[in-house]
């Protein structure tokens, strides 16, 4: 509720972009977690964000899971420059 509200109320600079991920080993663990990451995504995408989203295979809540994600994030953030 708290994000879906706070997605609701934010202004969106139409040149936004953001890149966000979630480990697969993570949302294993947590209930309704795909529902919850499918419906953020869809809340930026409506608002104008220009969105880069996936599940990491095997993915983790640890820096080395992290680490492993950069070229993934920074592609996205310097895309058309």
């Known amino acids: 509720?708290?994000?879906?509200?706070l997605i609701a109320?934010?202004?969106v600079r139409p040149d936004t972009v953001l890149y966000m991920d979630y480990g697969q080993r993570e949302m294993k663990a947590r209930t309704n977690m795909m529902t919850r990451f499918t419906r953020v995504c869809a809340q930026l995408t409506e608002k104008g964000v220009l969105l880069t989203s996936?599940?990491?295979?095997g993915g983790e809540h640890n820096?080395?899971?992290w680490e492993k994600?950069?070229?993934?994030?920074?592609e996205?953030?310097?895309y058309g420059l």
């Open 54 to 57: 996936r599940i990491v295979p």
């Open 9 to 11: 109320r934010a202004k």
């Open 63 to 65: 820096e080395a899971s």
């Open 76 to 78: 996205t953030l310097f």
């Open 69 to 74: 994600q950069i070229p993934f994030f920074m």
């Open 1 to 5: 509720k708290k994000m879906d509200d």
